[in-house]
């Protein structure tokens, strides 16, 4: 595992916890609007953080009880077959941890899930399931794996939420009632506002402050706890 930076304090990040934020390398999808396009690759970046001299961080604080929670981020951190390894590390120092993924594993979900080795899960609902082809990734089986992702948490018995970064063509009012059908009850939807460098240059567009309000209005409607990022 090849590690792509650490934030070292966040009160935002896990929810109710102040926690640690570690960013993953490697990543397998390629959205256009990511704030960090520098993990996708897996490889090290410079200059490099130790997943060892890391953990020795970590072990400091939580001895000197400065941290609660752990956040995994990335990139993607179900794509790295060690990430449970590294679950159960953060678990003997006494942390409580949150995964941020886009669900596109749905077996090392469920694995981290049946081990106890996760207490908070926040998930990317990025568009409709046939639309992350070839728009997002190019991996196969996409769809079938977000569907079993989100139907995992619905019955698994911890924290969690939905995030959508609020894009247009990948989001939009049309399309919101089909995405709100996504998330099971019992979770939070979180409306991401977008920060697009250049929107005229890849063709994206920030849905606008209007747009979001009407999608959350919409969702609440629906008995979904439904919330715009930052409000």
Known sequence: MLLGGLRKTSTLDFP???SAVVFIQGCNFACPYCHNPQLWEPAPVSPALTLDECCAFLARRRQRRLLEGVVLSG???AVNDDLPELCSRLRAMGYQIKLD???SRPLMLEKLIRDSLVDYVALDIKTLPDLYCPGLSREPGLEEALMASLSLLAGAGLEYEFRTTMVS???SVEMAEDLLRLAPPGGR???QPARLPHPAASGLRALSRPELVRIRDMAQAEGLRAFIRGE
Do not use: A, I
Request: glycine fraction near 20%; aromatic fraction near 20%; charge should be neutral.
């Open 101 to 103: 993924t886009n669900g």
């Open 189 to 191: 939807w979180y409306l």
């Open 169 to 171: 063509p990948f989001v």
């Open 75 to 77: 990139g993607e951190p």
């Open 16 to 18: 109710g916890r102040l």
